[in-house]
């Protein structure tokens, strides 16, 4: 857990002493400061009660800004409202500081006699209650607001990052539930079409397909799996589907791996399932489906091509739709996908950059 959530997590937790814990300090810094200026006219308790009244001062300032004002300000409602009243209260703070300061710690503190201010007086002096206190206790308040907006602006963005998170792992969770039945329904007709038949190679393509849906129930839970897992399961369904068309299919599956990385699972599956549907599913010739898979450093390249009969339009189906949806959800920034038709061939090919798993 980064430091951050840490010191977080302990402020909301302890949360009465963090704050004693920012005032204390506070405390001593405004003492030591006080009491190192040449003027030493109370002493040094004189000198700790007028900084204990002062941060008082400053303490209430800073509540009310911190809870009061700046909510009502980033809500964006009734400005003006807002405005004249936080005047009217902090107005109201600097005079009762004031006249707590002339009628209560003054008298702890300062030898008698001295003159002391009425309260006329007091509520008509705007310009030294808002040097004196205002400024003063703001320069406290505003370091303890300063913190809180930072926090608040960092439990803000996490939200925001927890809730894209979720909101992109639901996505992923409703298209990989799009993608799973419809490649179980074609196997399982496979394997339909050859119990008519009373092929020999039924229980192959139900041994291949038992490997196939434990990797799908059981192995593709993870956002990324090891790519030997994505090729084998590549291998077992092209097999399964070789069992259906014979030697009238043409296809080849190379691959090159240096290093068994992780990529995002069933992808690779989609794109071959697009390619049979679409190519040897609907040409009745001889249909070719070739397969490229290279992995090199950092630099991974899937590339799949396939001949077809019919418009190439119908090629653009739910699959491929699915597949650039769940791309730019896993790999936003470090994803490449592209699609060309030529010469009655189309071909899909893929590249991801894996440095950043």
Request: charged share 20%.
């Amino acid at each position: 857990m980064p430091l951050v959530e840490r010191f977080l997590q302990f402020t909301h937790r302890y949360r009465f002493l963090t704050h004693l814990t920012y005032w204390s300090g506070a405390y001593m810094l405004s003492l030591s400061e006080n009491y190192s200026d040449k003027d030493q006219t109370y002493g040094f308790q004189g000198e700790m009660v007028n900084t204990a009244f002062f941060l008082g001062y400053a303490t209430i300032t800073a509540y009310f800004l911190a809870y009061f004002v700046l909510p009502r300000v980033f809500t964006g409602k009734q400005y003006l409202k807002t405005f004249f009243s936080s005047i009217v209260m902090l107005y109201i703070i600097m005079v009762v500081s004031r006249i707590v300061t002339i009628y209560i710690e003054e008298p702890l503190i300062r030898p008698r006699p001295f003159e002391q201010e009425s309260i006329p007086e007091i509520l008509t002096d705007v310009h030294f209650l808002f040097l004196h206190y205002f400024l003063h206790a703001f320069s406290y308040a505003s370091v303890f607001i300063f913190i809180k907006l930072l926090k608040d602006q960092y439990l803000i963005n996490k939200k925001a990052l927890d809730l894209e998170k979720q909101k992109a792992d639901m996505e992923l969770m409703a298209l990989k539930a799009q993608l799973n039945p419809h490649f179980l329904f074609n196997t399982l007709n496979n394997i339909y079409s050859l119990s008519i038949m009373q092929s020999p190679q039924t229980s192959p393509s139900i041994a291949r397909l038992s490997a196939i849906l434990d990797t799908l129930l059981y192995r593709s839970g993870d956002m990324f799996v090891p790519v030997s897992q994505e090729i084998a399961l590549l291998q077992n369904y092209i097999e399964l589907e070789k069992l259906r068309y014979d030697e009238r299919l043409i296809i080849s599956f190379e691959y090159q791996v240096q290093r068994d990385v992780v990529i995002a699972p069933l992808i690779l599956l989609s794109l071959a399932e697009n390619a049979f549907k679409h190519g040897a599913g609907e040409d009745t010739g001889s249909p070719e489906i070739q397969m490229k898979l290279t992995q090199f450093q950092d630099k991974f390249t899937f590339e799949i091509s396939n001949t077809f009969k019919i418009k190439v339009d119908q090629q653009l189906g739910i699959g491929l739709e699915n597949i650039r949806k769940q791309l730019q959800l896993l790999y936003p920034e470090t994803h490449t996908f592209e699609t060309t038709v030529a010469q009655r061939v189309f071909t899909a090919k893929l590249e991801l950059c894996l440095n950043q798993q």
